[in-house]
T-cell receptor, first 113, second 113 residues
């Protein structure tokens, strides 16, 4: 099976811009979660999507949003970028019912200047 | 925050020695998992221990769980240079309605050849 694929791997944006990150989960995995990783805060849960519905949401401002498509691929969007949004954004997929283990992608490293 | 904490934050050992890292968490859990992250990459699942288990082994890994103290430890025996990475614990709360996991702050392990 192919792993979790995240694109782009690296990107540089300036303050005020917006960004869209993409995640293709493992085939058959219906749940996709997003995490933000920064040196100071560690891994922070952003949101989880299951069957195109947001099932859980972390404590992030409304500038952070996401969606999931019928093929389970997911995108997350950050609008009005701030310097503090610079981070590694990790996507993870999980099979769904009864499964417990996250499979992570390599991440998208966002730098906001 | 329901985030856990790992201790120590950083650990440096010689190849062949054992490495022990600890994790404390805050809520009642279904299970606790350990993940490994190589520099700036995605996380890789190592081992899962359920709340009704006290110890689990997988190859050179040994995990213990003490739910009364809300703590876990990961022991890596006979360490190798390739074990150099950051290690994170992740908990799945009992109240989980989906696949939201809380990650600790991580232990950075350096194994010196």
């Amino acid at each position: 099976k192919a792993g979790v694929t995240q694109t782009p791997r690296y990107l540089i944006k300036t303050r005020g811009q917006q960004v869209t990150l993409s995640c293709s989960p493992i085939s058959g995995h219906r749940s996709v979660s997003w995490y933000q990783q920064t040196p100071g805060q560690g891994l922070q849960f952003l949101f989880e999507y299951f069957s195109e519905t947001q099932r859980n949401k972390g404590n992030f401002p409304g500038r952070f949003s996401g969606r999931q498509f019928s093929n389970s691929r997911s995108e997350m969007n950050v609008s009005t970028l701030e310097l503090g949004d610079s981070a590694l954004y990790l996507c993870a997929s999980i099979a769904g019912s009864g499964a417990n283990v996250l499979t992570f992608g390599a991440g998208s490293r966002l730098t906001v200047l | 925050s329901q985030q856990g904490e790992e201790d120590p934050q950083a650990l440096s050992i010689q190849e062949g020695e054992n490495a022990t890292m600890n994790c404390s968490y805050k809520t009642s859990i279904n299970n606790l998992q350990w993940y490994r992250q190589n520099s700036g990459r995605g996380l890789v699942h190592l081992i899962l221990i359920r709340s009704n288990e006290r110890e689990k082994h997988s190859g050179r890994l040994r995990v213990t769980l003490d739910t009364s103290k809300k703590s876990s430890s990961l022991l890596i025996t006979a360490s190798r240079a390739a074990d150099t990475a950051s290690y994170f614990c992740a908990t799945a709360p009992l109240t989980n309605t989906g696949n939201q996991f809380y990650f600790g702050t991580g232990t950075s392990l350096t194994v010196i050849p």
